[in-house]
């Protein structure tokens, strides 16, 4: 079956804009979360979604970041007046149940670009 | 808080040969889970094994296997027959219960034919 998805591959943005990223997770999957990884580093966790409920946003750094997952699907990932620190990688993954413990699938990440 | 670290940035190894990558973590929890990912250059993570500490015995997955030493802290993914496609970038990853998952800063694995 088809896995995570997610879109753009690539963003480009200038410092100051605002971009949107999408996730569309495996099928039926419960959880759903959002990692930051910036270059040579791992992945750091940002968010946590039980079906439409988002129930740790512990990892968010700063108030420009917002999540949500309206119907308990698609995500999207909103940064608002982005700063160039905020260039990485920006993984989303789905797992099937709601045990934060269950094996987490991954996407391929939007790799987003601040000038 | 808890960390994960992987003191390896970059190793290599003969194709067929096996390799040993390390990873050592730091936690006062009892239970908690392990895990290693593989992150090829097309940069989607793949789950590769995990490990829960209250089971004593080592996680196995065909040619990978860890070893497990939960009073060292130590969590370390042994690959035999290294094949080329296993050339990637590797990370441990720690989770206590209920909590999210904190990766190390990975290795990068190059398998030589």
């Known amino acids: 079956g088809a896995g995570v998805s997610q879109s753009p591959r690539y963003k480009v943005a200038k410092r100051g804009q605002d971009v949107a990223l999408r996730c569309d997770p495996i099928?039926?999957?419960?959880?759903l979360f959002w990692y930051q990884q910036a270059l040579g580093q791992g992945p750091e966790f940002l968010t946590y979604?039980?079906?439409?409920?988002?129930?740790?946003k512990s990892g968010l750094p700063s108030d420009r970041f917002f999540a949500e997952r309206p119907e308990g699907s698609v995500s999207t990932l909103k940064i608002q007046r982005t700063q160039q620190e905020d260039s990485a990688v920006y993984l989303c993954?789905?797992?099937?149940?709601?045990?934060?413990?269950?094996?987490?699938?991954f996407g391929p990440g939007t790799r987003l670009t601040v000038l | 808080a808890q960390t994960v670290t992987q003191s390896q940035p970059e190793m290599s190894v003969q194709e067929a040969e096996t390799v040993t990558l390390s990873c050592t973590y730091d936690?006062?929890?009892?239970?908690?889970?392990l895990f290693w990912y593989k992150q090829p250059p097309s940069r989607q993570m793949i789950l590769v094994i995990r490990?829960?500490?209250?089971?004593?015995q080592n996680a196995t997955e065909n040619r990978f296997s860890v070893n497990f030493q939960k009073a060292a802290k130590s969590f370390s993914l042994k690959i035999s027959d290294s094949q080329l496609g296993d050339t990637a970038m590797y990370f441990c990853?720690?989770?206590?219960?209920?909590?999210?998952?904190?990766f190390g800063a990975g290795t990068r694995l190059t398998v030589k034919p």
């Open positions: 993954a789905s797992s099937e149940d709601r045990s934060r413990t269950d094996t987490q699938y």
């Open positions: 099928s039926g999957h419960v959880s």
């Open positions: 979604f039980q079906n439409e409920a988002q129930l740790d």
């Open positions: 936690t006062s929890e009892n239970n908690y889970y």
């Open positions: 490990q829960e500490a209250y089971k004593q």
């Open positions: 990853a720690f989770m206590k219960l209920h909590n999210d998952m904190r």
